[in-house]
Each structure stands twice: as C-alpha cells, then as structure tokens.
C-alpha cells in the first residue's frame, strides 16, 4: 500500500485509476515560495502557495532580510493557496518586530480567515486596493533568495 502523500497527482496510481478524476483523493497543493524584494522605499515579501512549517527556514530567513533591510515591509499573499500556523507566526513576528506597521497586499479568503479568528489582521493593514501595490525594486541585486 502506498501513502497517499507520496502521490503527485501525475499519471496512474497503482489501482489503475486515473489520480485526477478519483476525487477521492486529495491532491497534492502547490509547494510554498518565499521571496524578498527591496524596493527603494519598501521591502516587499511576495508568499505563493502552501505556507506550512516546511518553510519555516524561509520565513525566519526573510524575517531577517526584512528587519536588516529597515524599510517598511509589505507581503504580497495574492497567490497563497494554504496557510498554517507557521504562516501566521510569521506575520506576527513581523508585525511585532517592524518599527513600521506591516502591510498584506491582496489578502486570499483563506488568508483573511485567519486574520480574523487569529487577531493577527489587527496588527497589520491589509490593502486590498491594486493601485496601492504598484511597486518598483531597486534593482538585479534587489532580490534576496
């Protein structure tokens, strides 16, 4: 017997069945990405698909990024899919630890649901409005990997 979690949702599994038409069983989401921009005025964090503890590495590190940066700090989370609690603690420890009030840019219901049940989102200021996002990196140096 195989472990469900080791599917990729690409192909036959070993029924025979096709993965994609047996709703049975959950497919696999999209692996989280973590990325620091600085920009000129602003340091931008851009999260895309699953925010879990297998990031947190990644999170720590662009906590740090953002802090040695200095600028204020804004976190694009338009293409997070899912979101733990590791997501959250991240945007805690960056509400609490920025001398500037932290932004979210295009918050997903998933993301705005923990905002509230957690009272993270008192903390921060989500923007929902795109003309507030236009932004501008410094430069090819400008992205932190």
């Not at 999209?30 to 340091?43: C, K, M, Q, S």
């Not at 509400?95 to 979210?104: D, E, F, G, I, K």
């Amino acid at each position: 017997m195989r472990d469900v979690n080791s599917r990729t949702g690409h192909g036959p599994v070993e029924d025979g069945s096709d993965l994609h038409t047996d709703r049975s069983v959950p497919l696999r989401g999209e692996p989280g990405t973590v990325h620091v921009i600085l920009g000129a005025d602003r340091t931008r964090i851009v999260l895309s698909g699953e925010i879990d503890a297998d990031l947190a590495t990644d999170l720590h590190q662009a906590t740090s990024d953002a802090e040695h940066a200095g600028l204020p700090i804004e976190v694009d989370t338009h293409h997070v899919t899912f979101m733990d609690s590791s997501g959250v603690a991240f945007l805690a420890r960056l509400a609490t630890r920025s001398r500037h009030r932290v932004r979210l840019l295009r918050v997903p219901p998933t993301v705005r649901f923990l905002l509230e049940v957690t009272r993270i989102g008192e903390l921060l200021d989500v923007i929902d409005d795109d003309a507030e996002t236009q932004f501008e990196a410094r430069g090819d140096d400008s992205l932190i990997p």
